[in-house]
């Protein structure tokens, strides 16, 4: 509690304060005071809400929201389809095999997610390897590029948190007692019936983590999209960069950063509450 009292409480505060000022440029911060003092040595309490009205009312922070939560779902789907099979071939490799397998999904880790998404833009622009045989395979107009796509966005979330999925998932997946894929085997189940009625539910809190690892950050995502979405790939992370750091307007920026963040945060409780309000019945029963 005192760890995230320190790292989570109190920047949320002092972001959450800032949130309800009102901005005001060419001085240091960048924003009133939220306690105001009079002649008469009292003090008085102002509340603007304007930034998180503008919110509601500008189409562009609503669009930048949803495409965030496409961009984020999307590539947690596709991030769970690719990791499941490498999760669960080295839940079922040998031991020593294991820790090799292990090592290649832990090596990107290695190199900053910088780097690897600035060498992804020489594979996506037009003379790029993967721009060239989709061209070449009727997929791309020649001298077409991947590059400044959703697609590329797509690929490099995918190829930058795809380890934040197969790690929960195979540690949950070796935990997992596969002599009852024997047993439902042995009683006439068919392979993909055993998986999907015994493998699948028993791995479900590794599902449930990956996705939570994947689908947070990507939310908020801002190098990917900017590096290779190109102007067309309006994140909330960009949103939230340009209204900081070039339009200097902090109280709205910290409404753009609260409100994305009770978006993850309040569906995150409530799939906690009900999954551990089913856990409790379950128990019961």
């Known amino acids: ?57 500008d189409p562009l922070y609503v669009d930048a929201y949803l495409r965030s939560l496409l961009f984020a779902g999307v590539s947690t789907l596709f991030c769970l389809l690719l990791g499941y099979p490498m999760a669960y071939g080295i839940a079922r490799a040998r031991p020593g095999l294991r820790v090799v397998l292990m090592m290649l999904v832990i090596l990107p880790f290695w190199t900053s997610s910088l780097l690897r998404t600035y060498a992804m833009i020489g594979i996506f622009k037009a003379n790029g390897w993967l721009s060239t045989a989709l061209a070449a395979i009727g997929v791309l107009e020649p001298g077409e590029a991947v590059l400044n796509t959703d697609l590329a966005v797509y690929i490099g979330i995918v190829y930058n948190y795809l380890p934040f999925m197969v790690l929960p998932l195979a ?22 019936q055993s998986f999907l009625r015994i493998t699948v539910p028993l791995s479900m809190p590794g599902i449930v983590a990956g996705c939570l690892l994947v689908f947070i950050p990507a939310v908020g995502e801002f190098v990917i999209p900017d590096l290779l979405g190109g102007p067309g790939a309006l994140t909330i992370g960009r949103v939230l960069w340009t209204e900081f750091f070039t339009n200097r307007d902090w109280p709205l920026a910290s409404a753009v950063a609260i409100a994305m963040l009770l978006l993850i945060v309040i569906p995150t409780l409530v799939f906690e509450y009900i999954e551990n309000r089913r856990e409790q019945r379950e128990a019961e029963a």
Do not use: C, N
């Open 1 to 57: 509690m005192l760890w995230l009292g320190l790292f989570f409480a109190v920047p949320f505060l002092i972001v959450a304060k800032i949130s309800l000022a009102e901005a005001v440029f060419g001085q240091v911060p960048p924003y009133t005071s939220l306690i105001e003092s009079a002649a008469d040595g009292s003090a008085s309490l102002r509340l603007h809400i304007s930034s998180y009205l503008l919110l509601l009312q």
């Open 171 to 192: 540690a949950t997946l070796m935990r997992l007692d596969f002599t009852l894929l024997e047993a439902a085997a042995d009683l006439g189940a068919r392979p993909m």
